[in-house]
């Protein structure tokens, strides 16, 4: 499995941005998808998670209602929409796929928020938001 993310950059505050995910290596529609960021000095935390056929979401409280997950089966593709970026945006953002298959509610669960529920993760593409 390879999960390449692509899309990051430097944006001011209050500005957009678009992350994407390829993947390939398997059957892409199986698997729950999910985003993680990096702030310097700080853990992995999660972003966003979606469900195999894009039904169900779930988000950190810290990007609810800015950040939209989404995925495109068709193009085997993982995509984030960030609006209203603050510079505690800021981080390398990954993305990252479950190792066997989940049922869909499983993305709003306490689980979905535990970087060591993924099995496979990408190389990260850094955001940069600034004030």
């Known amino acids: 499995v390879q999960l390449q993310a692509y899309g990051g950059g430097l944006v001011q505050a209050g500005g957009s941005l678009r992350l994407s995910c390829a993947a390939s290596?398997?059957?892409?529609?199986?698997?729950?998808m999910g985003w993680f960021r990096r702030a310097p000095g700080k853990e992995r935390e999660f972003v966003a998670a979606?469900?195999?056929?894009?039904?169900?979401?779930g988000y950190a409280d810290s990007v609810k209602g800015r950040f939209t997950i989404s995925r495109d089966n068709a193009k085997n593709t993982l995509s984030i929409q960030m609006n209203s970026l603050k510079p505690e945006d800021t981080a390398v953002y990954y993305c990252?796929?479950?190792?066997?298959?989940?049922?869909?509610?499983?993305?709003?669960?306490?689980?979905?928020?535990?970087?060591?529920?993924?099995?496979?993760w990408g190389q990260g593409t850094q955001v940069t938001v600034s004030s």
């Open positions: 979606i469900s195999r056929n894009g039904s169900m979401t």
């Open positions: 990252a796929t479950r190792s066997s298959w989940t049922g869909s509610s499983w993305v709003k669960s306490q689980a979905a928020r535990r970087a060591s529920e993924y099995g496979y």
């Open positions: 290596g398997r059957t892409f529609s199986n698997y729950i």
